[in-house]
């Protein structure tokens, strides 16, 4: 089935009369040249983990314009640190752990529902 658009002068091509019933998509696909088949690469699908980081980056940069003050965010994090308490207890667990800010958080949550999309089309 074609969308074909009447009445309009548009429609056909005043040399050959043909009509273009794809005039109207916003982009075409077209098999490569021969020429061009021995500089074309297929490097493969990108890993899971690899996908995911290029996704934060996105997100980070796209949603950054809308968070100015992300950059100052980044260095407001805590550290929640074991003073007085003894090695091995749930406090020493959490020793390393770092508040993430509200953006940091939006970021996260969107990488892990867009990579679980993605898996989603994989299968």
């Known amino acids: 089935m074609v969308y074909e658009h009447h009445g309009t002068t548009h429609s056909e091509n005043v040399g050959t009369g043909i009509k273009d019933p794809l005039r109207n998509l916003v982009y075409r696909v077209h098999p490569l040249p021969e020429s061009m088949i021995d500089h074309i690469f297929d490097f493969g699908a ?11 980056a996105m997100l980070r940069k796209q949603l950054g314009a809308y968070n ?3 950059e100052e965010q980044a260095g407001d994090g805590i ?6 308490a003894g090695a091995g207890t749930a406090v020493s667990a959490w020793s390393s752990w770092k508040r993430m800010t509200p953006f940091e958080e939006l970021v ?3 990488t892990d ?6 898996e989603c089309v994989r299968r």
């Open 113 to 118: 529902l867009i990579c679980a999309a993605q």
């Open 79 to 84: 550290r929640v640190t074991g003073a007085g």
């Open 108 to 110: 996260e949550v969107f």
């Open 46 to 56: 990108l890993s899971s983990d690899t996908e995911r980081l290029y996704i934060m």
């Open 68 to 70: 100015p003050d992300e």
